[in-house]
């Protein structure tokens, strides 16, 4: 542990530079070429440059000086009186029809600041304020998530420290900026014929060390002990983690391990990977492990089942690559620094930053444990419709013959990123589920018993409809639920069926 964190500190120390770097800013090609530099330097492995489009938001003036606005602000003004909303101001039900400034305080999970800042906007209010210390988080103006469909912020936003304004205060609020199509840079190093990927995103808000020069530093020093072993590498310091999706993508995250993954895949050169290992936000006692079944069941870290939607490791696991993702989202340490300017090398563990990195390579080292993966899959399938009985047995059937072709087809199929319940009317958290549909079965059961169903499940990203649940006044009859779960286990039976075929 002691070599693992001493060469981890000294590399950490190397890559931070105590600067903001947003995707697409002026400076991102320099940026890029020094991370790649200092990779070098280190691992030996020579890197390479991949241009991408990405959207940046550049802010150019912002009035008061002491507003921090939320991209994707654009340039808007509001002046009105402000009106302090109480409650949860991402609950639809603590809002009334208002004018001028909302004043809210800041929502317990800061990514649901894009839900109040439509609710503002859908009950009459011309800008929302966030009373809290500093931080940058990103809104946008639709209500999902979606890799296509996106639209600028209706209202200005933006945080304001607490006791700063008082409510019935009236307040101007002018904010100059703008969404530029511009480039951005993935740096790639290594390769070969079977290489393990090891990653992490470069761009952060204000100096963003945790999150996450602090995760290069790891996919660093972790790539290097695999080069030490005598493995093939691939390493990769992804731009456009933080937002970038062009035409203001709601899923505006992860642009640039989804541009990667996507040119891989159609070189076919993914096939190759053996496995992607991530690591985001990686550096206090909150660590959490993600991933497929066969490479982290053995962990000794606690899971979050069994992908991380708001990592780049996702954009890997659709594809069919296996992935290892340690990261601390959402633990208390974390969310305390989550984009703020305390966000710096004073605020981490460097055990806890270098027991990610020896954890990832024990799992990595390991055999794959498939009986994991076929115990997930088992208990998800066995409980369910004579369908979902059917496809178990194909899945097993597929796995006997030859498990690593076996998971690419069927993460390829079965394992989707879902919202339980819509965006609207539901709260709830993205989460990655295999077979999603039959997954839900006794969530949506024991939601029949309680009353409390959401109106829907979605797939989001491709913002595909998955199960319809309720109207808003009546549940859909159970009936008619288990013929949505028949139908979806069919059409993945199919799917499978036919990529196995080819």
Known sequence: MASVATELKALAERLYNGREHVAGSPGERREAERVGEVLTDYTGLEYRLIEIPVLSWRLKHKDPPWLQPAPYTEESYARGRVTRVKGDPGDPGAWSRGRGIALIREPEDPDDLKAAMLLAFENGFDALLVEAPPRIIVVNGYWGYSYRAGAPAPIPVGYVEPGRIREGEVVEVSIDADMRTSRGYIVEAGGGENPVAVGAHYDRWYTGFQDNILGVAQAGVLARMLLDKGGEVLLLAFTAEEHGAPGYASWYWARGSRFYFTQLEESGRLEGVRAYINFDVAGNRGLTVSGSPQLISGTRLPVREWECPECDSLQAAVRGVPTISIH?????????????????????????AAEAVLEAYRLISMEPRWGALREVLGNTLSQGP?????????????????????????????????????????????????????????RIMRGYSRGSLPREVIEPGEERLLLVLSNGRRNVRLDQVMAQVRRAIIEYTEEIQAQART
């Open 328 to 352: 601390s989202l959402w633990s208390g340490e974390a969310l305390k620094i989550y984009h703020t300017p305390h966000d710096t090398p004073s605020n981490y563990n460097i055990e806890s």
């Open 386 to 442: 004579l369908e979902a009985r059917r496809l178990n047995a194909m899945i097993q059937a597929l796995l006997d013959r030859d498990p690593e072709h076996g998971y690419r087809i069927l993460s390829r199929t079965l394992l989707k990123p879902v919202h339980y319940g819509s965006y609207r009317h539901d709260s709830g958290h993205l989460e990655a589920l295999w077979v999603p549909e039959a997954s839900l079965l006794d």
